[in-house]
């Protein structure tokens, strides 16, 4: 639960992000947001887990937290300071604070480099080692995620997918940041080494005291590894909570159809299936009032015309929908 | 399927990358096949259908309907291809020509097989993206590949794998690139076509959760191997060897978290042994195995019952219970 005089170690506020159409006859000029009007806190030592199907826009409101990408309108703080008004040099300095795990260490990884030069670069770009004391930090890191010393020498080419993904982590960690940003972290493992993986990243925040924005669309990974969880669709958060109430009783239809989807092999807890009909909208064409409305099983007039905003609701949980709680999972 | 072995050339040798596999798959009936990536499961899909790479040797015995289908002739094989099995795979993309409409690529698939008229092509075709949930098929037509949606896509290629009514569906990972709430629209769909057609599933997957709702009865590949066979039902209830005991264990659920300690999965030491580099003479899971004991190092299990199902495992090997 969340104590009042806890200042968050980073709070995004109304971030959004437009891209432009494809200028055209009819599209000039026009835009769509990805991310429309996000805010959310996360605490020191708080995972928070991002959850939604694609293009919801969860990967680029990642982003837009690290300033990968500017972001058209809203704010990040990053320890009570503006991030988005840091000059240059100022993140460049800042940003080992400040980290990302992506989903397929196959391409975040350089190909041509070894997994040593790798984990060791972070650390001399940010002047924080050099010469031996480099040499023995990069061992001593690779150590660290479950990597033997002599995987310093290796391309990633010659390393597991699972193997892979330790030495992103041990790049990640080099500068000893406080918040990592997880987009996807283990889509691409096997269930078997997605497992080791998760585990390690537990174990890293704990020992650590790190904090972490877990990007996924795996609804049964994030609530195990999440404090809270912010439920996306299409562009905006519909629901935040903490992961055991969101799991114990989604107040949004759109969650509570999330969580009668995720695989559920123990057949006396197999919940009644709640059918979504349709496919996510597209960002670029989203439909009028509530952007769930269209596929959402209990949709009424109401909900074709307005929006409803993202608000309050009991146990400090926040939703956005003018009947939450109505639909529940197992009920149909 | 009896004794299917699928070599492939590593560094100058052939090493089975499919292992000994025998199963059977009844009309109507759904059959899981689920490991890890490098178990064999996709070759062994591939194999089913006379596709695989050009390196490979097959051998052992695979008959459909009363036809034995390993050694067949190219000839042979395309006549059976879409005819009696049919394939869906993960990327419905690659399976569309991009310039062509999907109405005619239905139209051709039909016509490969039948000797129908243009006008009665059209309408089987119509038919089949009607029978695969299609909300508007006569438009569905007229449409191009890229200009459908995910689970659209996926539909389309069902109803062209549908176009000339195959005995067997093998479906290698059909939702793994969709969304949750679209691939389990997928998933009852190949449900309905199941009852509705009478037809014979194989559905290759990774995904444990997918298997607990939609399949029969499940294999379990490791390496090769088949390592367990059971119903689906007492797959989940009584898993019996450790590989897939390790793997329900590491799989992600949904969890209600009381303590951090909760927030570890138990999870498979170590990894997936390369084919180059598979141990010999020995059970091939053992080097990650917590129940290893001195059988293990010596030599490669068979089969044995356990329970109602079939394992791998010197556990259940009859010469050692005392």
Redesign the interface.
């Given at each position: 639960m969340r104590r009042e005089s806890e200042a968050p170690l980073v709070s995004a506020r109304d971030l959004t992000k437009r891209y432009a159409l494809r200028a055209g006859v009819f599209g000039h000029g026009q835009s769509f947001a990805a991310v429309d009007g996000v805010s959310f806190d996360v605490l020191r030592g708080e995972t928070l887990g991002l959850v939604g199907?694609?293009g919801s826009g969860k990967s680029t409101t990642g982003r837009l937290v690290l300033r990968l990408e500017e972001p058209t309108g809203g704010r990040v703080l990053f320890e009570g300071d503006d991030w988005l008004a840091l000059s240059g040099r100022e993140l460049r300095r800042r940003r080992r604070d400040l980290q990302i795990v992506f989903q397929d260490p196959q391409t975040s990884l350089n190909p041509r480099m070894t997994c040593g030069a790798q984990v060791a670069e972070p650390l001399s770009v940010q002047g924080l080692a050099r010469g031996r004391d480099l040499r023995e930090r990069v061992v001593s890191l690779l150590e660290e995620v479950g990597l033997s010393a002599e995987t310093a020498r290796r391309f990633p080419s010659e390393i597991?997918g699972?193997?892979r993904q330790r030495v992103a982590i041990a790049r990640a960690l080099a500068t000893r940041p406080k918040f990592v940003v997880c987009d996807e972290p283990v889509s691409s493992l096997?269930?078997?080494?997605?497992?080791?993986v998760?585990?390690l990243l537990?174990e890293l925040r704990?020992k650590s005291h790190l904090s972490y924005l877990f990007i996924s669309?795996?609804?049964?990974?994030v609530?195990?590894?999440s404090d809270r969880i912010a439920v996306m669709y299409l562009g905006r958060i519909v629901e935040e909570g903490s992961?055991?109430a969101i799991?114990?009783r989604p107040l949004h239809p759109y969650t509570a159809?999330?969580?009668s989807?995720?695989?559920?092999?123990?057949?006396a807890l197999?919940r009644a299936?709640i059918?979504?009909?349709g496919?996510?909208p597209s960002p670029a064409s989203p439909p009028t009032g509530c952007a769930f409305h269209p596929?959402c099983p209990i949709a009424r007039p109401r909900c074709r015309l307005e929006a409803p905003p993202l608000a309050p609701s009991f146990e400090g949980r926040m939703v956005a929908c003018f009947f939450p709680g109505e639909l529940v999972p197992g009920s149909r | 399927m009896r004794d299917l072995r699928v070599e492939v050339s590593i560094g100058g040798r052939l090493a089975p990358a499919v292992n000994g596999v025998d199963f059977d798959l009844a009309a109507g009936e759904s059959v899981a096949v689920v490991g890890e990536s490098g178990c064999g499961k996709t070759l062994l899909a591939r194999a089913l259908l006379g596709l695989g790479p050009d390196s490979a040797r097959v051998s052992g015995s695979i008959r459909v309907g009363g036809h034995e289908l390993v050694g067949a002739s190219a000839e042979e094989w395309r006549c059976v291809r879409g005819r009696q099995i049919s394939l869906v795979f993960q990327e419905p993309a690659s399976a569309f020509d991009p310039v062509v409409t999907v109405g005619a690529q239905i139209v051709e698939a039909v016509r490969a097989h039948r000797k129908v008229g243009r006008s009665e092509a059209r309408r089987i075709a119509i038919e089949r993206l009607r029978e695969t949930g299609f909300p508007d098929p006569q438009r569905g037509m007229t449409e191009y590949p890229h200009r459908l949606s995910g689970g659209l896509k996926q539909r389309a290629f069902l109803a062209m794998a549908l176009a000339s009514d195959p005995a067997v569906l093998v479906a290698d990972e059909p939702t793994t690139a969709l969304d949750a709430t679209v691939a389990a629209q997928v998933l009852e769909l190949l449900d309905r076509l199941r009852l509705d057609r009478g037809l014979a599933l194989l559905l290759i997957t990774h995904d444990l959760g997918t298997v607990a709702t939609h399949a029969d009865r499940v294999i379990v590949m490791y390496a090769g191997r088949v390592v367990e066979e059971s119903t689906a039902a007492d797959l989940f209830r009584a898993p019996r060897h450790p590989y897939t005991r390790g793997l329900l264990a590491s799989l992600p659920r949904l969890s209600v978290r009381t303590s951090s300690a909760s927030r570890r999965f138990d999870a498979i030491s170590g990894v997936v042994p390369d084919l180059a580099s598979r141990p010999a003479r020995m059970c091939s899971f053992a080097p990650r195995c917590p129940e290893r004991f001195d059988p293990c190092d010596l030599e490669e299990p068979a089969l044995y019952p356990a329970g109602e199902s079939t394992a791998r495992c010197f556990l259940y090997d009859p010469r050692l219970r005392s």
């Open positions: 199907e694609s597991s699972g193997q096997d269930v078997s080494v997605a497992a080791q998760l585990n537990a704990e669309h795996d609804l049964a990974v609530s195990r590894v992961a055991a799991v114990a159809a999330l969580l989807a995720a695989p559920e092999t123990d057949p197999r299936r059918a979504l009909s496919e996510p596929r | -």
